[in-house]
C-alpha cells in the first residue's frame, strides 16, 4: 500500500513543489489542495492563516493523504507548530528543508530571505537558523508585490526587474552571500533575482530541497512506490477562475485538470 | 428611527466610501464590513464573489442595516443582481452612479474604464452604458497590480509611475475623454492616473457618486438623520493584521476602532 503525498497552498504557487516531488516521486500518489477562494494567505493574520491551514489539513487527511507537505511559505512559518499538535501525521514543510541548504552553502554566514509579509513577521526562519548556527547573520524583506507580479505573467518586464532590484537592495546592502526564496512564487522571478542580487549570491529554492526532504523519509521507510497505481494524482482547488489554467502553465509547465471543492460554511 | 447604513468591501478599501458617505451624511448611522480573511475579490471567481456578497449582506442586515451599499466593484459588477433578487432591502452599489457621472462627462462619447480583473470581465459596465447610449464606445482595462501598489503604500513611487503608465497606455490610444475608478483603490493613485492618461481626460471617482445617490435616497424618503444618536458607526472586519490600520489610515485619513468578527465555518 502506497502512502499518498498530500500537498497543500494557499493558492496555485504550491504547484512549483509538486513538479520537484513528482521529478524525485514519479509514482508516488499525490492530492493537492489549493486554497484559491481565499488566497492569498500571506497578507492575513496568523490566527486566521492558521484556522485555514487547519482546514487544508483536514481536508487531504479525509482523502488518504498519509503524509502532509505545507508548499505555502505564509502557512508553514506560522502553522506548522500548531498543525504537528493537533495531526499524528508526519508534516512536512518548506522551510527546514529550504535552511538546511542555506546553512550548507553559506560562507561569510549572512544569509538573505525574502517571503511575504506573514513570513517575514513570523521570525521562524531567524529562529531556527540560529538554533542551529547562532553566530549566523539573517536579513529578511518582505515583498508583497512579487506575488502579484508573477500572476500577472509580468516575469520579465522592466517594472518587475525594477521592483526586484528596490526589494534586494537592503540585502545586497548587507552583503548577504546566500538567499532564501521564501515564497511558492519567487523561484519564477529566479533569472531577475539572481542578476539583481548579483551572481556570486547562491539562491536557494525551497521547491527543491522539500522533495529530496520527502523522498528521503519515504525512502527511509521503504515506502518508495515504483508503478503507478489506480486514478492517479488529483488536484482540487477552492475556486477556479478563467485564468487559473493560465496561472498554472507558468508555474508547472503543463495543464492540470482540477476538481473544485469548497472548504466554506453551506447555508 | 434612522436608517443605519450598511456598507461592504472585500477589505478596507470601501472606506473611501464611507469618507464620502461621512461627508454628506455625517449623522446617518453605518456599519461597515471588510472581508480582510477573504480579500481580495476580484481576483476570484464569480461564483465565489456572489457567494461572499451574500454572506457580507446577511451579516449586514442581522445587525440592523436598513439600506445596503456594495463598496467593493468586484461585487457589485458581479453580485449586485443576484442580491437584488434574495433580499428586499434597497441596495446600492458603486457602478450605476459613476456610470451616470461619465455619460454626463463624455463629449466625444469614448469612455475607459479600469478595474480588476473581475470587474472587467463581468462586462457590467460596457452593457449598463450601452444601454443609456448605445452609440458610446467603452474600453476596458484590468490593472490587477494597482491593488497591492496601494496596499504596499507605493502611491508616487517611481515603480507605480510605470505601471499606471502601461497599463492606461491602450485607452490612451483609444482617446477616451473619460475614464472611471473602477476600484476602491484607485483613487489613491488619482494623480499620477491623471498624469499618465491626459490632464484633459475627466476621472470619475465612483466613491463621491455612490454618496450622492444614498444622500438623494434618503432625503426622498425623508429619512435623512440630522443628529447623532446611539453607539456611533461600526466597523466590522473579519481578518486584522498589524498593517491594517496604516491601510487604512491610507484610505479615511483616520484610525478606525474595528471589532473582528468571523464569517468562516466552525469546527
Redesign the interface.
Known sequence: MSITIGVFDSGVGGLTVVRELKRLLPAQPLIYFGD????PYG???Q??II?YAR?DTRFLLERGAGILVIACHSAASTATSTLRQEFSEPIFEVITPSIEQALALTKRKIIGLIGT?ATV?SGVYEKAIHARMPDTKVYSQAC??L???V??G?LKA??SR??VK?YLRPLKNRQIDTLVLGCTHYPLLKQTIQEKIGKNVKIVDPSAEIARAVYSYLESKNQLSEKLHGRGDRFFV??????TQEVVQRFLGTRVQFEKTS???RD
Open positions: 484559491t477562494a481565499r488566497t497578507t492575513k493574520s490566527e486566521t484556522q482546514e509579509r513577521t508583497p508585490l506575488v502579484s507580479l500572476e500577472e509580468w522592466r517594472e525594477m521592483i528596490k477552492s475556486d477556479l477562475t478563467p485564468t472548504l466554506s460554511c
